[in-house]
């Protein structure tokens, strides 16, 4: 069946980095464009970055811009977040979402994400 | 990016109460517009996608209308396990963009 898992969570201090993996099964990787989203602690939903099939195409949110590296490995059935200069409002739980093939911007199946929490 | 704005930002009702909620984008996103469900403690759920078209193994009470910068999602007999916190996401331009949540309690 098809799985996400995020790995790669964990306490950092501010200023720090933090690389997020998302390792998937279950369905052909690279058929799929991919996203992070986070949840701050007792928030909503931010949508933070999505890339395309190859990993050519990335987006991110202004939130994030400059710090964090949306990055993908087809071989390898993996999908990345490389975190810099976090701050404490980045503190959230990291999910990653497969696109569907057939639906446009419908996140079809989500990880159970990664917390990162950033304190001193 | 494009600002998507739901309300109310939380709502009481009664078992088998018709609910509705809205989802108001900040430019006209055509139908481009899908609605999750989250229940506490887990990830979130497709429920709607293209604005009014039920994603499948969706129960039939719930249903989704709009277009352009108006959106509605009604729950026609609220259940119990329909507590949960519900969000709209546009997908006409990335990155794309959730509103703040509608919590659902019963």
């Known amino acids: 069946q098809v799985q996400l898992v995020e790995s790669g969570g964990g306490l950092v201090k501010p200023g720090g980095s933090l690389r997020l993996s998302c390792a998937v099964s279950?369905?052909?990787?690279?058929?799929?464009?991919m996203a992070w989203i986070r949840q701050a602690p007792g928030k909503g939903l931010e949508f933070l970055s999505y890339?395309?099939?190859?990993?050519?195409?990335?987006y991110y949110a202004d939130s994030v811009k400059g710090r964090f590296t949306m990055s993908r490995d087809n071989a390898k059935n993996s999908l990345f977040l490389q975190m810099t200069s976090l701050r404490a409002e980045d503190t959230a739980l990291y999910y990653c979402?497969?696109?569907?093939?057939?639906?446009?911007?419908?996140?079809?199946?989500w990880g159970q994400g990664a917390l990162v929490t950033v304190s001193s | 990016d494009i600002q998507m704005t739901q309300s109310p930002s939380a709502l009481s009702a009664s078992v088998r109460d018709r609910v509705t909620f809205t989802c108001q984008a900040s430019h006209d996103i055509s139908n481009y517009l899908n609605w999750y469900q989250q229940k506490p403690g887990k990830a979130p759920k497709l429920l709607i996608y293209d604005a009014s078209n039920l994603e499948t193994g969706v129960p039939s009470r719930f249903s989704g209308s709009g277009s352009g910068t108006d959106f509605t999602f009604t729950i026609s007999s609220l259940q119990p396990e329909d507590v949960a916190t519900y969000y709209c996401q546009q997908y006409d331009n990335p990155p794309y963009t959730f509103g703040q949540g509608t919590k659902l309690e019963i």
């Open positions: 979402a497969r696109e569907s093939v057939m639906l446009v911007g419908a996140l079809d199946s």
């Open positions: 890339i395309d099939k190859s990993g050519s195409t990335i």
């Open positions: 279950g369905f052909t990787f690279s058929d799929h464009y």
